[in-house]
């Protein structure tokens, strides 16, 4: 390997290790009780039976709240990244094939919207949902997940670099409406996008620790980020509880994983070319 290729293929490798590394060491870390979490070695995994202490006694905890908390979280992120994804197309579809007064404005302050960290919102969202009296409810996390600025920009982007404009002008000659050829000409093409938007969502809201700690007081409503780092501050009086958090940890990536492998067929890198191109 020549010297000009040797330090990119460096920075990609440490790039690498620094993104698997935590999510190997919790894959290890899970097959260890609680005897051997912190006395051995933390890259070698444990043969003791750990792994099934662990497992048993998370799915036992308070009566099983692990799967509630398992639960809430494939309700959090399925309903509100498909509703978000919806949204998102129709804005972004909206926003690249039509043209009407304020259209670049509102466009800016959507993009604008990207560059605003979500946890400036946090209380802005928490007084709005108290005026509504949706705290502590299942709305509370589901409302502000449904409306993502980086979604509708990159909705808008994909829509602009694969929707022909000659295909729509074309239907509509033909005498189609505006919603049928949303429908049949529209949306056909941006199907790759609207997966990927739904990945990127789905993994967003699922991670999503800050909303729902605000929002919810009740631990049946807890999204596992939550519920486990509620078992996390218990564990600092019962130190047993460490594995089993881990444990926990480990179960909650696993759907990522498999998500992720299903819908990989779908994944398109024109989706990041367009933008660029745009």
Not at 22 to 33: E, H, Q, R
Not at 181 to 196: D, E, I, K, Q, R
């Amino acid at each position: 390997m020549s010297r000009s290729r040797l330090l990119p293929t460096a920075i990609l490798v440490l790039g690498a290790l620094y993104c698997v590394g935590p999510v190997l060491w919790v894959a290890i870390a899970s097959t260890k009780g609680p005897t051997e979490l912190f006395t051995t070695f933390s890259f070698w995994p444990s043969f003791e039976g750990g792994f099934w202490y662990n497992l048993t006694h998370l799915l036992r905890y308070q009566d099983g709240i692990y799967l509630r908390w398992a639960l809430n979280s494939l309700l959090y992120a399925g309903v509100g990244s498909v509703l978000s994804v919806a949204v998102s197309v129709l804005a972004g579809y909206a926003l690249a094939k039509y043209r009407f007064p304020g259209r670049n404005v509102l466009f800016y302050v959507i993009l604008a919207g990207v560059l605003v960290p979500q946890i400036t919102l946090a209380v802005p969202q928490y007084l709005l949902i108290s005026e509504l009296g949706l705290v502590n409810s299942y709305w509370s996390v589901l409302l502000p997940s449904i409306i993502s600025p980086y979604g509708i920009y990159l909705a808008r982007i994909y829509a602009t670099a694969v929707v022909s404009d000659e295909l729509l002008e074309a239907g509509r000659i033909d005498g189609a409406g505006e919603y049928r050829l949303a429908w049949s000409v529209g949306l056909p093409p941006m199907l790759p996008g609207m997966v990927t938007l739904l990945l990127l969502q789905f993994v967003a809201i699922w991670n999503n620790f800050l909303l729902p700690y605000i929002m919810i007081s009740d631990g049946d409503r807890f999204p596992m980020t939550v519920g486990l780092f509620t078992m996390l501050n218990v564990s600092t009086s019962q130190p047993v509880l460490y594995s089993l958090v881990v444990m926990g940890v480990f179960l909650s990536v696993l759907p990522l994983i498999a998500l992720f492998l299903f819908l990989q067929r779908f994944w398109r890198i024109d989706m990041i070319s367009g933008g660029l191109k745009g």
